[in-house]
Nanobody, 123 residues
Framework: QVQLVESGGGLVQAGGSLRLSCAAS????????MGWFRQAPGKEREFVAV????????EYADSVKGRFTISRDNAKRTVYLQMNDLKPEDTSIYYC????????????????WGQGTQVTVSS
């Protein structure tokens, strides 16, 4: 079992930046795909970014491409989401998730989830 804890959320003005962290404990995540998802009030959960086990491959939702960067430090058991040029529409609860060997954007294949961290972007 992997436990995931997100941090780094907060309130920021449009155009600002935040870096989210996801700390893992329990089983190692060094061979796991890791992803970030988000869910705004009244909306479906949506894929944001995914990174493979080595950090050598990453994919992004079109809405964040060029602004967000996912990375990982397996020695620290931590996954990051650097968010730049934030927009009001990025306001959501952001969740970190682990998927084992699966590499993709389908949340149903992710086995471990954090509790989420709130990101609010003011205009």
């Amino acid at each position: 079992q992997v436990q995931l804890v997100e941090s780094g959320g907060g309130l920021v003005q449009a155009g600002g930046s935040l870096r989210l962290s996801c700390a893992a404990s329990g089983r190692t995540i060094s061979r796991h795909t890791m992803g970030w998802f988000r869910q705004a009030p009244g909306k479906e959960r949506e894929f944001v970014a995914v990174i493979n086990w080595s950090g050598g491959s990453a994919e992004y939702a079109d809405s964040v491409k060029g602004r967000f960067t996912i990375s990982r430090d397996n020695a620290k058991r931590t996954v990051y989401l650097q968010m730049n040029d934030l927009k009001p529409e990025d306001t959501s609860i952001y969740y970190c998730a682990g998927a084992g060997a699966y590499y993709g954007y389908d949340a149903d294949y992710y086995e471990s989830w954090g509790q989420g961290t709130q990101v609010t972007v003011s205009s």
